[in-house]
Every structure is written in C-alpha cells, then in structure tokens.
C-alpha cells in the first residue's frame, strides 16, 4: 500500500488516509490500581505492562449469572480530537462454566465530557460462544463499529463498555479477558479513526 513522507516529520501516513482525510490510531486497554488498590480501567495509545507498577494481566468477573460491566477510559484529551469512521477491535478471552453454558460481548463507545455520556455508533454484540462443562477455553474476538463524526473537545474522554452476558439461567464460573499488551495471545486492541488535520 502506498504511503506519503511529510518532508518536516518522520512520520509515515498511509495514502488512503490522507486521500479520505482519516488516521487511525492504536489504542491498549489497560488496568492499574490507585493509591487505594482500587481498579481504574484505562484506554491509551501506551499501555501500561503488568508488573509495570500495578499493571493487571486481565479483568475477571466470577461465579455471575448476570451482566456484568467493566467501564473504561481514555483520560481527557488536551488538544480537540474528531472521530469519524470504523474503530476495529480484537481482544482474548478465558472462560469456565457448565456443559451448555453460553455467553456473549457486548461493546459500546461513547463521547464522556466528564458528566454526561451520549453513546456513538451502534451496540456491538459478539456471537454466543457455549463452553463446554469444566474446560478452560479460550477465544479470540474481533469486531468493528462505525464511529459517527464526533467533536472531542479538550478535557473530553473516549469512554467504551465491555459487557459479559450470560445465556438466560446460565452462571459463569470465570471468565477473564486479557489486557496484557506484551502477550501476542491475551491482549485488548482498540484501532480508532480520526480526522486528519481537523
């Protein structure tokens, strides 16, 4: 695929972006504990490693025959940002549970201006998954959304919802899902599209 050098940086854009007027940027989730050992959920463009501080390798929910949340943020931005177009997403996961035990994913992404939370694009659903009774398994997702043109203004933040649902009666005995960027195998990757020079 083509790409174009700026003369007055060392960055390369791909062609296609910069014809289309869009860029897209990798984003990690990860988590780390405050000075309370509280778990704050994150999003950025560098992720912190577990073991790196108080990174954690995964988010777990146990023993649920809900929906359980998990809320992450991006920190508030200090220069304006517009979203527009199709973020891709990949992210692993290890889940125990009976024999016919189902669960899905559910993400959603929303503009946050540090009170109110106005969700973008459309509800993203994973298809069931059923595991089988005792096993481990593991199970890589991905997915895509089509992300509206979106004014971030500065202190704005990205906020995105995972959710794991399980099938009607059904109870979960573990499930986790990795936010550990130095594993090829159990990592959570955001690629999110902005406007270029906008």
């Keep these: 695929m083509p790409t ?4 007055n940086t060392n960055k390369l854009f ?3 972006d910069i014809a289309n007027g869009r860029g897209l940027v990798d984003y990690w989730l990860f988590i780390t504990r405050d000075t309370a050992a509280a778990l704050q959920y994150n999003i950025d463009t560098t992720a912190l490693r577990p073991g790196s ?3 954690e390798a995964n988010f777990v929910a146990t023993a649920f025959n809900s929906a359980q949340t998990f809320t992450f943020f991006s920190g508030a931005f200090t220069l304006p940002r517009v979203i527009d177009g199709n973020t891709l997403f990949t992210f692993n996961v290890n889940a125990t549970g009976g024999a016919g035990d189902d669960i899905t994913f559910v ?3 929303y503009h946050y201006d540090g009170t109110t939370s106005t969700q973008i694009g459309t ?4 298809p069931s998954w059923s595991i089988t009774e005792g096993g481990n398994e593991e199970r890589t997702f991905t997915g895509s959304v089509v992300l509206p043109r979106t004014k971030y203004r500065i202190g704005d933040q990205i906020k995105m919802e995972f959710i794991m649902t399980p099938g009607g009666g059904d109870t979960i005995a573990n499930c986790a899902v990795g936010v550990d ?3 090829s195998d159990d990592y959570f990757k955001l690629h999110i599209p902005f406007r270029l020079g906008d």
């Design 4 to 7: 174009h050098k700026l003369t």
């Design 107 to 109: 993400i959603k992404f």
């Design 123 to 126: 509800t993203w659903t994973s």
């Design 53 to 55: 501080g108080s990174g």
């Design 181 to 183: 960027p130095t594993d």
């Design 14 to 16: 791909n062609f296609d």
